[in-house]
């Protein structure tokens, strides 16, 4: 019997573009034979249904529910494409959570705590052979010392949105005096800024997910950009990043990666597909943890598309895989 789903797309951020696009792989991806798919736009003006052939259909919010052609469609469960608020951040799982409609993602505790990367990184620091870079984590209205920042912290340094995704509002900050330009361009995305020493080495991402009732780790990408760091354009503008997957990494690294990888998923209570991003410093010796996406893009540009390929999987049968796992 078919399931019917929503398949959410849009939010109230700047990564809106990014979930069109990647609401756009998943819905040509899904099999038509086992899902009845509704894509459903969520942004500051409403929820909405849009038919190809008809006018935006408003979403019933008291029990998610829409009407059309005067059937009204009740859903199985939902397929959560938004990146950041309010698809990443934990609103809308509490809310469907309440309705008890299930969906892809982490749970809403798990996608509150992980949007915040500070708390992340004290929640993960404990994992063996995982390390974390030194920081410092600072609000828009709280009176914070930049001169002790700059003593405590060894340049360069990358700030960042505490709460963002896509890399929008990160700077790399390679002068101290140029630190205060990089807070205010953070602080125009967030009210919390994370501001890191840097960390030297190859920079990497991988995806985490259960499937079939056991967490499977795919194979890493290896990312090098011609930017000073992988920035927004770099990540959506093709060729100026270089990504490699499978990366060329030894045996044992891959291993060890894996490792951690599936600690993290563990540690913070991972559910669908998630991303971490990692860098490997010096021959592939440490293991410094980044950051975690947990509704990573599924543009037809992103990581997990590639590292689904490169383990030989289809987008198909990984979708179907991914809601049987996370819906029923």
């Not at 008809?54 to 998610?64: G, H, L, M, T």
């Not at 993602?105 to 404990?126: F, G, H, P, Q, R």
Request: with cysteine; net charge negative; hydrophobic share 40%.
């Amino acid at each position: 019997m078919r399931k019917t789903i929503a398949l959410l797309t849009g939010g109230t951020t700047g990564e809106w573009v990014v979930s069109v696009k990647s609401a756009a792989t998943i819905a040509q991806n899904l099999d038509v034979d086992k899902f009845d798919v509704y894509k459903i736009m969520i942004t500051q003006l409403g929820w909405f249904y849009e038919p190809s052939d008809s006018v935006k259909i408003e979403i019933d919010r008291n029990d998610f529910s829409l009407k059309l052609n005067g059937k009204k469609i009740k859903f199985d469960g939902v397929f959560i494409a938004i990146h950041g608020s309010p698809g990443e951040d934990g609103k809308l799982q509490g809310y469907l959570d309440m309705l008890g409609l299930p969906y892809t993602t982490c749970d809403a505790l798990t996608s509150a705590i992980t949007m915040n990367k500070s708390y992340t990184k004290a929640i993960v620091e404990d994992i063996d052979q995982l390390y974390i870079s030194r920081s410092v984590q600072i609000f828009k209205n709280t009176a914070y010392d930049i001169e002790r920042i700059k003593r405590d912290l060894k340049l360069p340094y990358f700030v960042k949105p505490n709460n963002g995704g896509s890399s929008i509002g990160m700077s790399k900050v390679n002068h101290a005096e140029d630190l205060e330009l990089a807070l205010n361009r953070a602080f125009a995305e967030d009210s919390q800024v994370l501001i890191e020493e840097f960390i030297a080495g190859r920079e990497f991402t991988i995806g985490v997910v259960k499937l079939d009732g056991k967490i499977t780790v795919l194979p890493a990408t290896e990312v090098v950009t011609t930017k000073e760091f992988f920035d927004f354009e770099a990540k959506y503008t093709p060729g100026v990043a270089t990504e490699t997957t499978p990366a060329k990494i030894r045996p044992e690294t891959r291993d060890l990666v894996a490792k951690i990888a599936e600690a993290v998923y563990i540690k913070l209570n991972c559910r669908g597909v998630v991303r971490i991003d990692f860098i490997l410093t010096g021959d592939e010796e440490g293991f410094y943890f980044i950051e975690i996406n947990t509704i990573p893009g599924q543009t037809v540009t992103s990581f997990i598309p590639q590292q689904i390929a490169a383990m030989g999987m289809k987008l198909n049968d990984f979708y179907t895989k991914l809601l049987r796992e996370t819906i029923g």
